[in-house]
C-alpha cells in the first residue's frame, strides 16, 4: 500500500530535514521540490518555510560540492574534480550559479574549461550520487545484502540503486556491466534478473533467477522471485517448495534479515502452502512460527485455511475480527495495534461472503471497501487508478441484482456508465439488467 507521506507536504518536508541531517541534500532538495507540487501557490505557511528551506540546503549542497571540487583540484584528481563539476552545473538553479562553477575549473587549466561552456547532459546518476543514495538503502536492507553492497563495486551498487529507484533500464545496463567481470555472482544475477522481469524479458530473465537461487546460499530476493514465477506458470508445487527453502534459511539465521523481509518470506510460504493444497504443513508451519514469535497473528491466512477444510464459520469469524468494526464507518479499524484496515482487505472479506451466500454482509463490505478506496483517491490528489473501484462498483452492481434491488442497481450501473470512457462492466452491465428487468416484467404479466 501506498505511504500517504509520500504526498503530505509537511510529512516530506520533516523527511527531507532528516535527510538534510545526514547530509544527503540531493535527496532532501528532491523531496522538497516534490512536496512543493503538492501545495498550491500562495500564501501557505508550509508552503513557506519549504521554499526557504529550498535555498538553504540548495546554498549548503552547493558549498559541498564545491569545496569536494576545489580539493580534488588540489589533490591532482582533476578528471573526479571534472566530473563532479558537471554535477554541480547541474544542480545550480541560475546562471550566476553556473559560471561560478565555470570559473572554478577554468582557474586550473590542466582541464580543457571549452567542455564547460556548453555542458554535456552529465549522467543522471554519477558515482556521487549513486554513493549518497546508497547510503539510504543500505540502511533498510538486510544485514547479508548490506555487506554484498558494501564489499562490490560502484557498477553492482549502481544496479542496485538504479532498480530501487524504479529504472530498470539503467539497471539492466549497470548489472551486465558487473557480471561481465563477475559472471558466477548470484547477487548479480538476481539484480540483472529483476531488472530484465520488469522490462519483460522473461525468457533471460528466468535462468538467471533460477541460477542466483541455485547458490549456495542463495540471496532471499532470488528465492521468492523464482517462487512467484514457479506461481505464475501454475507451478504450485514447486513454488511452495522453493519458499520451504526460503523458510528454512532466514529461520536457521534469524539476524541476518530484517523484520520486514522475515514476515515477507513466512507469509508468502505460507500462501503457497495453502495453494499448493498442503493444508497440514500450512498449519504446522503457522503454529511453529507463532510459538517462535517469529510471524504476528495472520487473520487472512487463518480465514482460508478454514474455508478450504470447510468451517466457512470459523473462516467467517476469522474475516470480521479481522475487519474488527462497521465497514461503513469512518475509522474502520482493524485487529491488532491500531491499523487501519486496507480497502483490498474489506474486498476479500466481501468475496468470501458472496461466495458463501453472505450477500448482504458481502454488499456492506464492498461498499465499505468502494468509500475508502474513494477516500483515497481524494487524500491522493486523484493519482490512484479509478480501476480498483470500477471493479468494486461492478460487484456491487451484480449483487444489487441478486438481491433484487433494481433501483439501487441502476443507480450503480449510472455511475459506470458517466466515467469517461466507459469502462468494459458498464456495458456488461447494462445487458444484464436490461435482461433483468424484462425477466421481470414477463414473470409480472404472466402472474
Do not use: C
Not at 474513494?374 to 452492481?397: C, G, M, Q, W, Y
Not at 449483487?399 to 470512457?421: R, Y
Amino acid at each position: 500500500m501506498a505511504a500517504f507521506w509520500k504526498k503530505d507536504p509537511g510529512k516530506m518536508k520533516d523527511q527531507a530535514v532528516r535527510l538534510a541531517e545526514t547530509g544527503r541534500w540531493p535527496e532532501a532538495i528532491e523531496t522538497l521540490e516534490a512536496a512543493l507540487r503538492h501545495i498550491p501557490k500562495g500564501g501557505d505557511p508550509v508552503r513557506f518555510e519549504i521554499e526557504k528551506l529550498l535555498k538553504e540546503y540548495g546554498a549548503a549542497h552547493r558549498a559541498f560540492l564545491i569545496e569536494t571540487i576545489t580539493r580534488l583540484f588540489e589533490e591532482g584528481n582533476r578528471e573526479k574534480a571534472k566530473d563532479l563539476a558537471e554535477v554541480a552545473e547541474a544542480f545550480s538553479r541560475t546562471e550566476a550559479e553556473r559560471e561560478e562553477i565555470r570559473a572554478l575549473v577554468r582557474a586550473h587549466p590542466r582541464i580543457d574549461a571549452r567542455k564547460f561552456e556548453k555542458p554535456p547532459t552529465p549522467d543522471r546518476y554519477p558515482p556521487e550520487l549513486v554513493d549518497s543514495l546508497l547510503q539510504g538503502y543500505i540502511e533498510l536492507a538486510d544485514p547479508v545484502e548490506r555487506r554484498a553492497l558494501e564489499s562490490r563495486p560502484l557498477s553492482f551498487q549502481k544496479a542496485f540503486v538504479l532498480w530501487h529507484q524504479g529504472e530498470p533500464e539503467g539497471a539492466r545496463e549497470a548489472a551486465e556491466e558487473y557480471l561481465s567481470k563477475r559472471m558466477d555472482d548470484p547477487f548479480g544475477q538476481i539484480l540483472l534478473g529483476l531488472s530484465l522481469l520488469a522490462l519483460g524479458e522473461d525468457d533471460r530473465a528466468f535462468p538467471l533467477i533460477e541460477t542466483a537461487a541455485a547458490a549456495d546460499p542463495p540471496p532471499i530476493r532470488a528465492l521468492v522471485a523464482l517462487a512467484g514465477l514457479e506461481r505464475q506458470k501454475e507451478n504450485r508445487d514447486r513454488a511452495a517448495d522453493i519458499m520451504e527453502k526460503a523458510v528454512a534459511l532466514v529461520r536457521a539465521a534469524p539476524d541476518d534479515f530484517g523484520e520486514r523481509r522475515r514476515e515477507e518470506v513466512y507469509s508468502l510460504a505460507l500462501q503457497l502452502l495453502a495453494e499448493a493444497e498442503r493444508l497440514d504443513r500450512a498449519e504446522e508451519l503457522y503454529v511453529e512460527l507463532r510459538e517462535e514469535k517469529a510471524l504476528e497473528e495472520n487473520l487472512i491466512f487463518e480465514a482460508n485455511i478454514h474455508e478450504v477444510r470447510g468451517d466457512v464459520d470459523e473462516a467467517a469469524a476469522a474475516w470480521n475480527l479481522l475487519i474488527g468494526a462497521n465497514p461503513m464507518s469512518s475509522a474502520i479499524i482493524g485487529h491488532g495495534s491500531g491499523s487501519r484496515v486496507s480497502y483490498d482487505n474489506l474486498e476479500a472479506a466481501g468475496d468470501f461472503f458472496q461466495r458463501n451466500a453472505r450477500l448482504k454482509r458481502a454488499l456492506d463490505l464492498y461498499r465499505g471497501a468502494a468509500l475508502l478506496y474513494t477516500s483515497r483517491i481524494h487524500e491522493n490528489d486523484n493519482e490512484f487508478t479509478l480501476e480498483p473501484l470500477v471493479r468494486l462498483k461492478a460487484k456491487i452492481a451484480l449483487l444489487l441484482m441478486e438481491t433484487f434491488k433494481w433501483g439501487e442497481a441502476e443507480q450503480m450501473v449510472l455511475e459506470l456508465e458517466s466515467i469517461d470512457p466507459p469502462p468494459p462492466q458498464a456495458a456488461e452491465l447494462r445487458k444484464k439488467l436490461d435482461e433483468s428487468w424484462e425477466e421481470e416484467e414477463t414473470e409480472g404479466e404472466e402472474g
